[in-house]
């Protein structure tokens, strides 16, 4: 196996982590896998440990190349780190972590060949607020100005399939209705409104514009869900909402709602918990029904072989 690491922008503030299976099985028989790219969650203010090198692995562990994208992202240092203020990044905010994204997938397209990937199976999967990077790249994948800026084209950016969990769909909810959000989150809202819009009070035309309930377009790619009902974070409904609309443009999809268990449990199980309410068998259901609608799209022989 291989781990590489990729730079995604000047400055190392993004980076593409590669967990790489030899495709060489032996001397004269390689095996072509589909590749799998992670986005932890975090607000857009960090990124969340348990949503990146578990998940990784546990799709390593499906046969899928692996990748995690530690895309740009607002808090660089917590202040107990620096003991005083946070250090900063005012450059990090929308569109900055799409760009990072297509960015990623321009590179394991590069690297296909060589890693022995099936182009048309590559998929990008995210939690909480990387489920809102997925699902805003599964929107604007051929936006002229973000393929210029990561040099790359419409056919690299497009991904086989999302899988979104529990995922942001806007930031309406939490940032217009502060009483709504969990009491140890009031502190950071100002935070998360300066990390997704780069201001501190986004306009309305600036809230619609991320929205991806409104930008639900039909050649999206396929879409995967998963969400429960006590989310107290992220509205439920408004994946409810996002997931009317992909129906209503005739875009594949698949949602699995469970009715118990708190917003960021990852995997659900012992892997990825950093608490025992992260633990939840019924949704760790959620990796295994993932997997069959992965399979849905897959050859007739799940991992082709090239004989040389």
């Not at 997997?291 to 007739?300: F, G, H, I, S, T």
Request: hydrophobic letters at 45%; proline letters at 8%.
């Amino acid at each position: 196996m291989q781990y590489l690491e990729f730079p995604l922008r000047e400055g190392g503030s993004a980076t593409l982590c590669a967990s790489l299976l030899d495709p060489q099985l032996r001397f004269d028989r390689r095996k072509t896998r589909p590749a799998m790219l992670v986005c932890p969650g975090g607000a857009y203010l960090t990124l969340a440990g348990k949503e990146a090198e578990p998940v990784a692995a546990r799709m390593l562990g499906l046969g899928y190349q692996s990748f995690v994208v530690r895309y740009k992202h607002y808090v660089l240092a917590r202040p107990e780190q620096t003991g005083g203020a946070p250090e900063l990044d005012e450059d990090s905010h929308l569109p900055e972590q799409i760009v990072d994204l297509m960015n990623a997938l321009r590179i394991v397209h590069e690297h296909a060949a060589e890693w022995g990937i099936d182009e048309q199976r590559i998929y990008c999967l995210g939690f909480s607020a990387g489920a809102h990077l997925v699902g805003s790249l599964a929107e604007r994948w051929d936006e002229p100005e973000l393929l210029a800026r990561a040099g790359a084209t419409a056919a690299q950016t497009k991904p086989a399939g999302v899988v979104l969990c529990y995922p942001m769909i806007s930031a309406r909810p939490l940032l217009r209705d502060p009483s709504k959000a969990p009491a140890e989150m009031a502190p950071m809202l100002a935070l998360i409104a300066r990390a997704v819009f780069g201001t501190d009070a986004p306009t309305p035309e600036q809230m619609e514009a991320i929205d991806l309930v409104r930008h639900v377009r039909p050649d999206m790619p396929r879409v995967f869900a998963w969400h429960s009902s006590e989310d107290m974070v992220v509205d439920p409904s408004e994946t409810l909402a996002f997931f009317s609309a992909l129906q209503a443009a005739h875009v594949p999809c698949e949602l699995h709602f469970f009715e118990r268990g708190p917003h960021g449990t990852s995997l659900c199980d012992a892997t990825s918990a950093d608490s025992e309410t992260d633990v939840i068998p019924a949704n760790a259901a959620w990796v295994e029904a993932c997997q069959r609608w992965l399979e849905l799209d897959a050859p007739e022989e799940l991992f082709s072989y090239v004989t040389e």
